[in-house]
């Protein structure tokens, strides 16, 4: 997507380098940092300076690829994967990516490891980019029936950031969105804050802003209440790991509007690469491992001051405690329904169960 009208994208590669855009630094700064080595890969995963289901998986991909470039033995890539493995536990979609190209770059010879990890990660990076156009296409229709039905824009909510800057382009929840917005469809899209670390607030408003798509930037508990006005239209987020039953996994808060979407009739849809389910698991509420953050994101916070400094400032009472769980699960009786690159599905498992698996 674009940026003052500039196509671009948060992970590039070239020439054997990989860049990323420091997400900490927006909306305020668009800084753009060299990735040379996996321990750069691993801290700018953990540290959140990409963040997002496919953007950690397609970075960790070249994470392993600038490994095999450096130790290409089994022992070499095998500690790699593990160390970029374990940077964050919750978003499936890490996993699946470096075990992906580890498989494939164990395949072959030492010295041809390192072209076939490059290559497998190029691949990664594209293939998000065509899956996310995909959720896209599959999901135009439900905005379409929606604009069809009532005069007004539609008036969509997301949680998080489940858009560009999540992925490696278009987003997932956010695809559906672009496409309306290029066909020419009225939207009003209403953003979710979401503390503690403000990735509704930071970046989905200035990804929208952007593209020139209306939005409002709303604080975390004025959801419900929206959608008991008849406000909203239509929810639709992200997730980091899906159950085998439909159980989806995503920033925290994602629950609290579930619940209030299923009390207002309002259809609540998750957008799924089916790079990010896990048909390994069932309960999701039980199973999947939720990340704990630092009790810091919770007590303080950093803006740009008058000034245009970066400033962090605590919040609360020297002394409180504070927790801080980073994702929830919804249960898949509140999901109306899976939007996939293979088609909008229902959250049940014989339907996620027929879904073709993601290479790899
Ligand atoms: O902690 P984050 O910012 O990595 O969490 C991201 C989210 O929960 C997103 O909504 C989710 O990964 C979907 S990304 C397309």
Not at 150 to 156: D, F, L, Q, S, T
Request: contains cysteine; aromatic residues 4%; hydrophobic residues 45%.
């Amino acid at each position: 997507m674009r940026v003052n009208g500039e196509p671009t994208r948060p992970l590039r590669s070239k020439d054997g380098r990989v860049f990323v855009i420091d997400q900490r630094q927006l909306p305020h700064r668009l800084q753009v940092m060299p990735l040379d080595d996996m321990a750069a890969v691993r801290q700018a995963i953990a540290e959140m300076w990409v963040r997002g289901a496919p953007l950690i998986g397609a970075t960790a991909a070249y994470g392993m690829a600038l490994q095999a470039a450096r130790d290409a033995t089994d022992n070499g890539l095998q500690a790699a994967a593990r160390m970029l493995e374990s940077a964050r536990p919750t978003a499936v979609n890490l996993a699946w990516a470096v075990r992906r190209v580890l498989k494939i770059t164990l395949a072959q010879p030492v010295p041809r490891r390192a072209a076939a990890a490059w290559a497998e990660a190029e691949a990664i990076a594209e293939e998000d980019v065509a899956v996310n156009a995909a959720i896209g296409s599959h999901g135009l229709p439900i905005i379409e029936a929606i604009a069809r039905s009532r005069p007004g824009p539609v008036r969509v909510l997301t949680h998080c950031n489940a858009g560009w800057l999540a992925t490696v382009d278009w987003g997932t929840a956010t695809a559906p969105l672009y496409q309306a917005h290029a066909a020419g469809i009225p939207l009003q899209v209403w953003v979710d804050e979401t503390r503690p670390r403000n990735q509704g607030a930071s970046l989905t408003a200035w990804e929208l802003g952007h593209e020139g798509v209306p939005h409002t930037v709303i604080a975390d508990n004025a959801g419900g209440h929206l959608m008991q006005r008849g406000q909203v239209d239509l929810v639709i987020v992200g997730c980091d790991r899906v159950t085998a039953r439909g159980d989806a996994c995503n920033k925290i808060g994602t629950y609290l509007k579930a619940l209030a979407a299923r009390d207002n009739g309002v259809p609540f849809y998750v957008a799924m690469p089916t790079s990010t389910l896990d048909l390994s698991l069932s309960d999701g509420v039980k199973e999947v491992p939720i990340e704990e953050r630092p009790a810091r994101e919770v007590t303080h916070i950093t803006g740009r001051t008058q000034g245009g400094q970066m400033m962090e400032v605590q919040l609360t009472p020297k002394g409180s405690a504070a927790a801080n769980p980073a994702f929830d699960v919804t249960p898949a009786r509140l999901v109306t329904g899976f939007i996939t690159e293979q088609g909008v599905v229902a959250a049940d498992e014989a339907a996620l169960r027929a879904l073709k698996a993601p290479s790899g």
